[in-house]
Nanobody
Framework: QVQLVESGGGLVQPGGSLRLSCAAS????????MGWDRQAPGKERELVAA???????NYADSVKGRFTLSKDNAKNTVYLQMNSLKPEDTAVYYC?????????????WGQGTQVTVSS
């Protein structure tokens, strides 16, 4: 069994910063990639950022230059540093991991954490 535990969401004013964390635990052989998606009310879920096991990152155009995704391999944890937050960043943020457990590859998702950017 694998779990993804997210933390760090909350309410922040426009221009502020937040850092989200996501820790994967359980029977993990290898993590191929981890990242964050988000879903705003009335909108489809979209990729925010992802990082591969080799350290390559991919960002949505809307967050480039403001968000930074990093990882701690020893802790199976990724961190999403979000700066210069805008009201349009308001959404539920979901951590995801593409990993190998046992003999199979799986996609796992966290429970989601709310980020609200408002004055």
């Amino acid at each position: 069994q694998v779990q993804l535990v997210e933390s760090g969401g909350g309410l922040v004013q426009p221009g502020g910063s937040l850092r989200l964390s996501c820790a994967a635990s359980g029977s993990i052989f290898k993590i191929n990639a981890m990242g964050w998606d988000r879903q705003a009310p009335g909108k489809e879920r979209e990729l925010v950022a992802a990082i591969t096991s080799g350290g390559s990152t991919n960002y949505a155009d809307s967050v480039k230059g403001r968000f930074t995704l990093s990882k701690d391999n020893a802790k199976n944890t990724v961190y999403l540093q979000m700066n210069s937050l805008k009201p349009e960043d308001t959404a539920v943020y979901y951590c995801n991991a593409d990993l190998i457990s046992g003999d199979y590859e799986y996609d796992y998702w966290g429970q989601g954490t709310q980020v609200t950017v408002s004055s």
